[in-house]
Each structure stands twice: as structure tokens, then as C-alpha cells.
């Protein structure tokens, strides 16, 4: 494994870690914000580690800044790898990311974080976290 995929891999098993520890504590913005972040690392962990990202036009090195978990997906599909996660996974959590963050700006008008809400997400963020570690190893 490279050295840089092993960091970004440790940075997202905190985040899933940290999900857990907020949501124990009801802490539920907190929560979802290390979910999303757990799980777009993972994704990016496996672009770094499985592709060789100059022979992709779709995803440039500066592009790995991207919040965006369906993109990241995408491009995934695209080098042959499959991974635990869909597409309507990853629109959920793309739509918790802002509002998990900022209490205006919304992407849901009546956005209100609860414990049903987290625990749909944690499963997909240890889907994904599970998923990642044994295509790695």
C-alpha cells in the first residue's frame, strides 16, 4: 500500500470513528459531518491506491478536492471497481454535507438531523469503510 493512500485510509477510519462516538453522544450534526468525510476519503483512498490518475481525462490529481461522493463514484465504476456503496447512498450523503456543516443554505428545507437519520448513514459509511479495506488489502 502507498504511503499516502495508508494516511488518507487512517484519516477516514477516525472519521467513521468519530461518527460513532458523536452519535453515542447525540451529537448528530457532528455525526453526519464525519460520516461524509469517512466516506469520501474511503473513495478517494481507493483512486489513490487502484488508479492511475494521468490516463483519466474525468479525474484530474487537483480534482481529488471534491466533496462530491457520486462524482467520486463515477470515476471508481469507470477504473472496474466495485464497492458497497450506491448511487442513492451517495446522493444522501452528498445532501447531508452542506447542512451537516452550515445551519442555512439547506439542501433540505426542513433539514432536522436525528438518530434514524445517522444510523441510516452510518451503514453506509461502514459499508463503504469495509468495503474499501478489504479491496486494499
Given at each position: 500500500m502507498k504511503n499516502e493512500t495508508r494516511k488518507w485510509l487512517n484519516y477516514a477510519a477516525e472519521?467513521?470513528?468519530a461518527a460513532y462516538i458523536a452519535f453515542d453522544g447525540n451529537l448528530y450534526n457532528v455525526c453526519l459531518q464525519n460520516?461524509?468525510?469517512?466516506v469520501e476519503k474511503n473513495?478517494?483512498?481507493l483512486i489513490l491506491e487502484?488508479?492511475?490518475v494521468e490516463e483519466y481525462?474525468?479525474?484530474p490529481r487537483e480534482e481529488y478536492r471534491t466533496h462530491n461522493t457520486r462524482r467520486l463514484l463515477n470515476f471508481i465504476d469507470k477504473i472496474g471497481i466495485i464497492i458497497d456503496i450506491s448511487i442513492d447512498d451517495c446522493r444522501m450523503i452528498d445532501q447531508i454535507y452542506i447542512p451537516s456543516k452550515y445551519p442555512t443554505g439547506s439542501a433540505w428545507p426542513d433539514y432536522e438531523p436525528d438518530q434514524t437519520l445517522c444510523y441510516q448513514c452510518?451503514?453506509?459509511a461502514k459499508r463503504?469503510?469495509?468495503s474499501v479495506n478489504q479491496i486494499i488489502s
Open positions: 472519521n467513521l470513528k460520516i461524509q468525510q469517512s473513495l478517494k483512498v487502484k488508479a492511475n481525462d474525468e479525474l452510518l451503514d453506509i463503504v469503510d469495509m
